[in-house]
Antibody, heavy 115, light 107 residues
Framework: EVQLVESGGGLVKPGGSLRLSCAAS????????MNWVRQAPGKRLEWVAG????????YYADSLRGRFTISRDNAKSSLYLQMDSLRVEDTAVYFC????????WGQGTQVTVSS | EIVLTQSPDFQSVTPKEKVTITCRAS??????LHWYQQKPGQSPKLLIK???ESISGVPSRFSGSGSGTDFTLTINSLEAEDAAVYYC?????????FGQGTQLEIK
């Protein structure tokens, strides 16, 4: 089955770190660019970061560069998002999404930053 | 950053009505504009890509048009299952951005 499954979300204190994972299956993972998109409660979707198929190109939303790091392991068909120095405003559901336009999305993982 | 502004923010419609949602970009983005549907508790689903290209498996009542800065999503003969939030999205230039969403309520 073609799918993306995120994991790694949870509750973390401000200033803390989390590493999100996205496991892909059912397609040739290395052939696709991948992205992280987040959605804060009641807010619009927000693109976070993207990475090309073999990690040649990596892009971040300007407001997140320096705190978040996107990476991938094609041998494991997995996408990652390392999130450091987390802030309350990073609270959101984080989705991984395949390519642009994103034709495949995971179910999302909740990240809550709160003291 | 390209800002996408959708209208309306909310619309309440009856089944079988025709619905039109617009999306205006702050800069010319050609046809690199896509539409998504998101139902409560679910991830977004791609409905239309590159302004007017249909997506396999998406009902034919969904269609898109426009180019440059003004785009439209049309839903013909609305069905109850179409209750959702609809987002436009541009991947013409970084940072990729989304509209604020249009919530569609079925009466």
């Amino acid at each position: 089955e073609v799918q993306l499954v995120e994991s790694g979300g949870g509750l973390v204190k401000p200033g803390g770190s989390l590493r999100l994972s996205c496991a892909a299956s059912g397609f040739t993972f290395s052939a696709y660019s991948m992205n992280w998109v987040r959605q804060a409660p009641g807010k619009r979707l927000e693109w976070v970061a993207g990475i090309s198929g073999v990690s040649t190109y990596i892009y971040y939303a300007d407001s997140l560069r320096g705190r978040f790091t996107i990476s991938r392991d094609n041998a494991k068909s997995s996408l990652y998002l390392q999130m450091d120095s987390l802030r309350v405003e990073d609270t959101a559901v984080y989705f991984c999404a395949r390519a642009w336009p994103a034709d495949l999305w995971g179910q999302g993982t909740q990240v809550t930053v709160s003291s | 950053e390209i800002v996408l502004t959708q209208s309306p923010d909310f619309q309440s419609v009856t089944p079988k009505e025709k619905v039109t949602i617009t999306c205006r970009a702050s800069q010319n983005i050609g046809s690199v504009l896509h539409w998504y549907q998101q139902k409560p508790g679910q991830s977004p689903k791609l409905l239309i890509k590159y302004a007017s290209e249909s997506i396999s498996g998406v009902p034919s009542r969904f269609s898109g048009s426009g180019s440059g800065t003004d785009f439209t999503l049309t839903i013909n003969s609305l069905e109850a299952e179409d209750a959702a939030v609809y987002y436009c999205h541009q991947s013409n230039s970084l940072p990729y951005t989304f509209g604020q969403g249009t919530q569609l309520e079925i009466k």
